[in-house]
């Protein structure tokens, strides 16, 4: 059962989950806002795939949810910067979606995968402050700050309903999927290369580190949850690897060197001076053949593979 399941990192779960031996079938919520239709073409998957095209707060979700094996959710006002601008309205708006989440797990008996951020770190992570309730977490725009309420209400009321759940802390989504967006920091811009314009970068940024994840990684992570790696009760960072922004450039120049793409740079000033600089070490559970940074380059590749006719 996945909410906001045309989303960016929803579309890619519902073209992985599909073919994973033990789902029987994937149920997707999605109000379709967003107008993501795109995330539905060409599936080809072995198991139903069920849409129901409902807002969160109108659906029944008690009988929804009656008989799934895990809720996954996904739905939320996901801009941090438009949450600058509408910090209430982003803050009020997500803090109900998942109380309503909440409240059909508790009556439905069912458990829940929830995403949350690395941005509730105002400053390097430290380990104590993965409780949902550490003081050492504030949050670093109104987005961030209102995941870190939401991740308390998941955390007091499943415990309070004995039932299991997972918040997971994600770094910055990069890569490709049917319903992937560009409007954080590597897709962006990998979008922006391909289309010659100057890469927007914040003034002051070259040397901050920020914890990035490639889509694949998310999917292979809640993948082991979902599929019977599921331990009890936790909180986890999801990140491929840390990088300082210049290390991400060059990594986006060396692929655009390959494809003749020229590259330049605008600077701009930041929307808010809390952007800071945040190293999570790459998650233990995101083990692969690859090596970290190679799994980020491959996530730059596929991107600009894929716009490779602009
Ligand atoms: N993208 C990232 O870099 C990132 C990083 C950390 C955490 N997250 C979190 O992961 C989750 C998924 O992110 P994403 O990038 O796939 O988001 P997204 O915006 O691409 O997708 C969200 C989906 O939810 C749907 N939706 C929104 N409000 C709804 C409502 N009221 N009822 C039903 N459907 C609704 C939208 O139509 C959309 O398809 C979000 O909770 C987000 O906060 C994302």
Redo the contacts with the bound molecule.
Sequence with gaps: MI????????SQLIRDFSTCVGVDELVV??????Q?YC?LFDLSSPVPIRLIE????DAPLTRVFDGAACVI??????EPELSLKKPREFTE?NYQ?TQCVVEACVSSATDLIF?????VYRNNYDTSALEPGSSLLTGQTP?AAG?LSEERLVNEQMTNAGLSFQILR????CGFSA?M?FH?AINRFCWQAVNGQALTLYDGTRELVRPY?TLTDASSLVGQLLLGNRKDSSVANAVTLSLPLASVLDLLERECEIRSIPLRTELITAPAPHMNHVFIHSSDSLASQLEPISRLRLAIRETLNRLSRI
């Excluded at 919520?29 to 967003?34: G, K, Y």
């Design positions: 909410t906001g399941g045309l989303g960016h990192l929803g919520v999605d109000n379709l806002a967003t993501r995330s409902s807002d969160l707060l959710h996904l739905a939320a006002l996901t708006l979606l995403p949350s951020t690395t941005s987005y995941k994600l770094g910055t989504l319903g967006r954080t994840l």
